[in-house]
């Protein structure tokens, strides 16, 4: 833990500092003052939503100091753990879960997409790109009803074709029903993907963590210290 203490001594010097040296050379405001000029509606509406902006983070922030987070993507209790404390700072924040923010993300990407293979396609390339594994292998499997329906209608399957799209949809019932996922288990399945995300980032966490402590550790100063655990580290102390 000295090693991570020192660190953050040092970049707390540094900042505290610099704040000195802008005291100062600091030139007082007022001798230079202009009339300030009458605030427009637009400005004042920017002025709020920064204002509103700078609460909402600073709620959140309030989360992330006061509660532990354990960097150990590899303990469940632990991801369970963070991904409460993030929820806890996005209800503080006003701010959209990780599913709602893929699903608000899925539906612009997806906007402009008129045929369904390119629209699931694009769901893979978006499951991808946020980290997450298909375990049960859905995907083949809806890409297997798109050609099973392009087969039956003989042509491509447009997602405006209400009456081709609901073939589909009987299709997805059956992948469902062999699966065994039900409608009333989404909550469920919703609260496992905020699990994965939460292992993903904690991941993430991790490897830039660690990352930053070996690059440290070459700098003359920090050479004789014994680089800590990265799950002993406590967040809170670096905010």
């Given at each position: 833990m000295a090693f991570s203490t020192r660190l953050l001594s040092k970049s707390r010097q540094l900042y505290g500092s610099q704040a000195i040296l802008r005291?100062?050379?600091?030139?007082?405001v007022r001798f230079y003052a202009t009339p300030t000029p009458p605030v427009s509606e637009g400005d004042q509406f920017l002025k709020n939503l920064f204002l509103e902006m700078k609460t909402k983070f600073e709620a959140a922030i309030g989360v992330f100091r006061k509660e532990q987070i354990t960097i150990n993507p590899d303990d469940p209790a632990?991801?369970?753990?963070?991904?409460?404390?993030?929820k806890m700072a996005r209800d503080k924040a006003g701010s959209p879960t990780e599913s709602e923010r893929i699903s608000e993300f899925i539906a612009e990407e997806t906007e402009d997409i008129k045929d369904a293979r390119t629209y699931f396609l694009t769901l893979q390339e978006v499951r991808i790109r946020e980290g997450l594994v298909d375990d049960l292998g859905i995907e083949a499997m809806m890409m297997d009803a798109v050609d099973k329906v392009e087969k039956e209608i003989k042509k491509p399957l447009m997602r405006d074709d209400k009456k081709?799209?609901?073939l589909l949809?009987?299709?997805?019932?059956?992948?469902?029903?062999?699966?065994?996922?039900?409608?009333?288990?989404?909550p469920?399945?919703?609260?496992?993907?905020?699990?994965?995300?939460?292992?993903?980032?904690?991941?993430?966490?991790?490897?830039?963590?660690?990352?930053?402590?070996?690059?440290h550790q070459k700098r003359e100063e920090f050479k004789d210290e014994q680089v800590p655990d990265v799950k002993s580290l406590d967040i809170r102390n670096f905010l």
């Open positions: 005291q100062e050379h600091a030139i007082p632990a991801v369970y753990r963070f991904a409460n404390v993030m081709s799209m609901e949809k009987a299709e997805f019932e059956k992948i469902n029903k062999k699966l065994g996922i039900r409608q009333e288990d989404l469920k399945y919703e609260e496992d993907l905020e699990l994965k995300i939460a292992k993903s980032q904690l991941e993430e966490m991790k490897k830039e963590a660690v990352e930053a402590m070996e690059t």
